[in-house]
Nanobody, 123 residues
Framework: QVQLVESGGGSVQSGGSLRLSCAAS????????MGWFRQAPGKEREGVAT???????IDADFAKGRFTISRDNAKNTLSLQMNSLKPEDTGMYYC?????????????????WGQGTQVTVSS
């Protein structure tokens, strides 16, 4: 079992930056594949980026060059640095965890979810 708590969301103007954080309460954090997902109103949840237990990252096409996912295994935290934000990045952002070395951007693969943090980008 793992509990996830996100923070860092907010409202910014187009072109701005935000840094999201996720705190994981588990003693086995290094064994979890971690990911960030988002969901806009009326749309399905979609993967933003994942970081595997070995440190490799997988980014959605829209995230490449703008978003950076990272994990700190010493602090049991996951971060998402978001730069050059656009209005279409608006949505609820969720941290998720999946036991094991491999995961991708498919939401159904993840067993544990945080409550989410809202990101709003205005034009």
């Amino acid at each position: 079992q793992v509990q996830l708590v996100e923070s860092g969301g907010g409202s910014v103007q187009s072109g701005g930056s935000l840094r999201l954080s996720c705190a994981a309460s588990t003693s086995d954090y290094t064994h979890y594949c971690m990911g960030w997902f988002r969901q806009a109103p009326g749309k399905e949840r979609e993967g933003v980026a994942t970081v595997l237990t070995a440190g490799r990252t997988i980014d959605a096409d829209f995230a490449k060059g703008r978003f950076t996912i990272s994990r700190d295994n010493a602090k049991n935290t996951l971060s998402l640095q978001m730069n050059s934000l656009k209005p279409e990045d608006t949505g609820m952002y969720y941290c998720a965890a999946q036991w094991g070395p491999w995961c991708d951007l498919t939401p159904s693969e993840y067993n544990y979810w945080g409550q989410g943090t809202q990101v709003t980008v205005s034009s």
